[in-house]
């Protein structure tokens, strides 16, 4: 099955500083990538999400970029604001005969973003 | 719209017991999944439920089943509970199994 593996786990950084959160998967039939947001004692919010036929997304300070050679995906947050704060989970999502809708997530990186 | 909506927030059992869990998509959803958050973990698949189907399953036993209704709210069991199953246990809805999943707040197991 996939496996999905999340670094770093946990990231410091100074407000209006960069953050990027990378995950690998191993099943080449992923083909959608989403990331979420969780804040402590709250539902994972979705905050962006990619496809495989797509090599890069942003939304305004977030962004995303697929390598689907060598099966890695990036999260990446500019301008970073103290309400950033929170564990970020990537997600690899297959499609195919045998395992379509099958998500596996990383184990989350908890970033934390300093004033 | 309120969104995915899990019942209860809350629980507690006895080691051995059985208890149900209760997920109502967000309107127009027709797909609910299930998955376990263990503390400092990210959600592990339980499985998927489309049609009123279980059309996929993750590594977890038989003693973990579900079921989805017409209209497309959906119930997770688990029999026999162990100590370790106590969990968040979040449901997640999306319009077919490759859009935007949207989460429940979802209901916290304790197993004691």
């Known amino acids: 099955g996939e496996n999905v593996e999340q670094h770093p786990s946990t990231l410091s950084v100074q407000e209006g500083d960069s953050a990027v959160i990378k995950c690998t998967y191993s099943d080449s039939a992923s083909n959608y990538f989403p990331w979420y947001k969780q804040e402590l004692g709250k539902r994972p919010q979705l905050i962006i999400d990619i496809r495989s036929n797509v090599g890069e997304k942003k939304d305004q300070r977030i962004a995303v970029t697929l390598n689907k050679t060598a099966k890695h995906f990036s999260l990446h947050i500019t301008e970073t604001q103290p309400e950033d704060s929170a564990v970020y989970f990537c997600a690899a999502i297959p499609s195919g005969d045998t395992n379509a809708g099958k998500s596996t997530f990383g184990d989350g990186t908890t970033l934390t973003v300093k004033p | 719209d309120a969104g995915v909506t899990q019942s209860p927030t809350h629980l507690i059992k006895t080691r051995g017991q059985q208890v149900t869990l209760r997920c109502s998509p967000k309107s127009g959803h027709d797909t609910v999944s299930w998955y376990q958050q263990a503390l400092g973990q990210g959600p592990q698949f339980i499985f998927q439920?489309?049609?009123?189907?279980?059309?996929q399953r993750g590594n977890f036993p038989d003693r973990f089943s579900g079921h989805q209704f017409p209209n497309y709210s959906s119930e997770l069991n688990v029999n026999a509970l162990l100590l370790g199953d106590s969990a968040l246990y979040l449901c997640?809805?999306?319009?077919?199994?490759?859009?935007?999943?949207?989460f429940g707040q979802g209901t916290r197991l304790t197993v004691v």
């Open positions: 997640a809805s999306s319009f077919t199994w490759n859009t935007e999943a949207f």
């Open positions: 439920y489309y049609e009123e189907e279980e059309r």
